[in-house]
């Protein structure tokens, strides 16, 4: 089983910048991190804001595109969200989750507890 804990959270004035973290902890029988896509969700509205591919390959939603930065570190099991230029409107809770397949091919999806940013005008 794989747990998922998003922090760095908080409080921020507009413009400023908060980096969230996802790191995963569990002991399964394979790297599940490195095979994974994370994808960094947002509740209110709930929409994707950016994901990140095992090859590196990133999206974003088209409201942070230029503010907003995602990265992992494999090694570390960890996921980032670099939000900078932080709107009201970024304001919500920030979900974590890992998609893929297993070497058994089957499919995992996984969820963080969230992390509650917001952003004061």
């Known amino acids: 089983q794989v747990q998922l804990v998003e922090s760095g959270g908080g409080l921020v004035q507009a413009g400023g910048s908060l980096r969230l973290s996802c790191t995963a902890s569990g002991n399964p029988q394979y790297p599940i991190f490195s095979v994974s896509t994370v994808g960094w969700y947002r509740q209110t509205p709930h929409e994707l804001v950016a994901s990140i591919e095992t090859?590196?390959?990133?999206n974003y939603a088209d409201s942070v595109k230029g503010r907003f930065t995602v990265s992992r570190d494999n090694a570390k099991r960890t996921a980032y969200l670099e939000m900078n230029s932080l709107k009201p409107d970024d304001t919500g809770n920030y979900y974590c989750?890992?998609?893929?397949?297993?070497?058994?091919?089957?499919?995992?999806?996984?969820w963080g507890p969230g992390t509650h940013v917001t952003v004061s005008s």
């Open positions: 989750n890992l998609t893929g397949r297993n070497p058994w091919n089957r499919a995992f999806n996984y």
């Open positions: 090859a590196g390959n990133t």
